[in-house]
């Protein structure tokens, strides 16, 4: 797995096969920064349920002005914190469960990357606290990526695109303002 494009681009991350991660594809992850290339840049960004960090990180290399990683997994945090290392960020990364987190959080995000296991429930519980407690600046997006037959209430935002890659949907949220 590599860096696609910015300053990390070419980059290898450490990607050690856990059964618990399933890191977004390469097709997926360019897909996903190519359509948000121009408002990534200077942005907050928090990559939730982060995995390998590939999304967090490649937001980084592309120019994000900070990004916290969070995941619930010790392997999965440790992992992050060494890619980080490699390419020598010091973002902060949680060891945390993501419905605790967005609880707990007083940040704001002008991008959140949400990439929960599949069919794990966690968009119904963690998406009405997002919404709730604001977490999403006025102009973010919010990206969750799930697998195709995945059904969840994102009634709270708005739907400004939807894309499907195989069996995997990238669907692209706003508070409703900036489509």
Not at 4 to 13: P, Q
Not at 120 to 145: F, H
Request: proline fraction near 3%.
């Amino acid at each position: 797995m590599r860096i696609d494009a910015g300053k990390f681009k070419g980059r290898r991350l450490i990607e050690k096969k856990y059964d618990h991660i399933r890191p977004t594809t390469d097709k997926v992850r360019q897909a996903l920064f190519v359509k948000l290339q121009f408002f990534v840049p200077e942005k907050a960004v928090l990559d939730l349920c982060c995995g390998t960090g590939a999304l967090g990180i490649e937001a980084l290399s592309r120019g994000a002005k900070s990004v916290i990683f969070v995941d619930k997994d010790a392997r999965s945090a440790a992992l992050t914190k060494s890619n980080l290392s490699s390419l020598g960020d010091k973002s902060k990364v949680f060891k945390c469960d993501a419905l605790k987190f967005v609880q707990t959080t007083d940040e704001k995000f002008d991008l959140i990357l949400f990439d929960p296991p599949y069919k794990s429930g966690l968009y119904d519980k963690v998406l009405p606290i997002i919404s709730q407690r604001g977490l999403l600046t006025a102009n973010g997006i919010l990206v969750c990526e799930h697998a195709y037959e995945d059904k969840f209430n994102y009634s709270m935002f708005e739907v400004f695109d939807e894309k499907k890659y195989g069996d995997t949907v990238l669907t692209y949220l706003s508070k409703g303002d900036n489509t």
